[in-house]
């Protein structure tokens, strides 16, 4: 699916949360890595939360380029390869971090442990007292941050019916890291 077909035409609301870094890439830089070096969400995701590119995400995730997939250990080991404070939380208590949102489909009734593991994504998490916003990869386009009820009412559904035609519609932030502020403590 051609994230163009829905992305280049939203008219919703863009958003930084005020807590959050200024983005070090645009979607040029995400493409260009997407292709040569296969940056999805997982790189994407830390990338928008910690203030780097995608590029220097990966570069710090030696595994990344074997599996082509993250890991929460390889997340952790960037997290604190960047010196940033961080703690593993349930992912509904996560105020600013990353999550990952597990896709609801046959998988999860699938007895080995990793299967539901490969019909998952990751992103990153703001909540404040008067801001709730989820940091998508495949929302670069529009500056990567959306207030979460758009994430969750019109990307969410997107992703599934392009990338997981199997999925049942439903999905759950399933782990969370949470960073602690500000990200230059």
Excluded at 57 to 69: Q, T, V, Y
Excluded at 107 to 114: G, I, N, Q, T
Excluded at 125 to 152: H, K, Y
Aim: proline share 8%; charged share 25%.
């Amino acid at each position: 699916m051609d994230p163009k077909s829905l992305w280049s035409t939203w008219k919703g609301k863009v958003m930084r949360p005020s807590i959050a870094p200024d983005l070090k890439f645009g979607p040029e830089d995400q493409q260009s890595a997407y292709d040569e070096l296969g940056a999805n969400c997982g790189p994407g995701a830390l990338a928008g939360v910690c203030g780097i590119t995608p590029r220097q995400a990966i570069a710090l995730m030696p595994e990344f380029h074997r599996r082509k997939a993250t890991t929460e250990t390889m997340i952790s080991a960037v997290l604190t390869s960047l010196g940033r404070r961080w703690k593993i939380k349930d992912a509904g208590l996560v105020r600013y971090g990353i999550c990952r949102v597990q896709w609801d489909g046959p998988w999860m009734r699938d007895p080995d442990p990793y299967e539901k593991l490969r019909h998952s994504h990751w992103v990153g998490i703001c909540r404040t007292d008067s801001e709730e916003a989820v940091f998508d990869i495949n929302a670069i386009g529009q500056g990567g941050w959306l207030p979460f009820g758009e994430w969750s009412c019109y990307l969410a559904p997107w992703l599934l019916e392009g990338f997981e035609p199997q999925a049942t519609g439903g999905w759950a932030f399933s782990e969370g890291f949470e960073i602690s502020l500000p990200l230059d403590a």
